[in-house]
């Protein structure tokens, strides 16, 4: 995602938006100022239009904007199921969404100003705070990524139409009884791994089909006009497909055939073919190696 880009189209909805470091939540900037004046072009173009990896914060509040924080996944179902009973608040069940580290970022417009309320596992954002926008990596190397880019962000009348009376509290204790319950007698599930997946979405592949694809497919295979050039030793280095790049950010191991960049856009490890397939398609990594593995291996 291109942040430069992202930050200027909040800006052009009269909404602020602050530098933050790459993999932080911690502002670059003194950022209290953008509460109550707008940033200048010239500011996204000094932050932002640069190739190096960059977060952003969004200021809530401006126009009304409020952002109701689910810190996981059950608290956003939980707060949907009574959502959708409600003649008011079945409205926004659909608002704009983007997913986060551990759970989702509602957007919505209040009518009313508000200040924030409520704490984990439920917060709402309004005046005074701000989140990572979208595109904005979190300390994890998770990427705040939107649901639906193209959804609408819809008003309501105050943030008392958002809940019941008393709801996110409720939710606040629930959870706290969850964190302090004794455990379950009863086995957990075992986690599906990529693996277990691609062996459940169709004819088994070989069991070691992943070490195959790795040795049949090559970084070259999949980046052949990357204008690769030695960098010593078993490296060479090149422009890297994942962002505009005009200092041969990317590099490529020819013996242990690993990919990176040092822009950022692998993380914090490289990645190999497999890795690479995924990212380059926008696919998950099971669905890559069952893909690959019909194209090299069946």
Known sequence: MDIYKTASEWLAKGI????VPWRSKTPRVAWAQYQVRLPEPDDLRR????????NYGIVTGWKGLAVIDFDSFDAFWCWRDWA??????????DNYQVVTSRGLHLYIYLDQPAKSIGRPPIEVKASGRYVLGPGSTHPSGWIY???DPGAEILRTPS???????????EVQVRAQQAAVAPARPIQSPKPVSPWDQVELAGPPLPKDAVRQIKSKLGILDLLPNQGWKPSGGYFMTGLCPFHPDAHESAWF??????????AGCTGSRPWDPINLYAAMNGI???DAIRELGKQLLQ
């Open 16 to 19: 602020a938006v602050f530098p």
């Open 47 to 54: 932050w932002f239009a640069r190739p190096t990896p960059i």
């Open 84 to 93: 959708l009973t409600d003649k008011i608040a079945c409205r926004l069940v």
């Open 145 to 147: 990524t939107p649901v």
């Open 159 to 169: 943030v008392e139409s958002l809940q019941p009376e008393g709801f996110f509290e």
């Open 253 to 262: 191991d020819a013996k242990h055939n690993l990919f990176g960049c040092h």
């Open 284 to 286: 998950s990594l099971s």
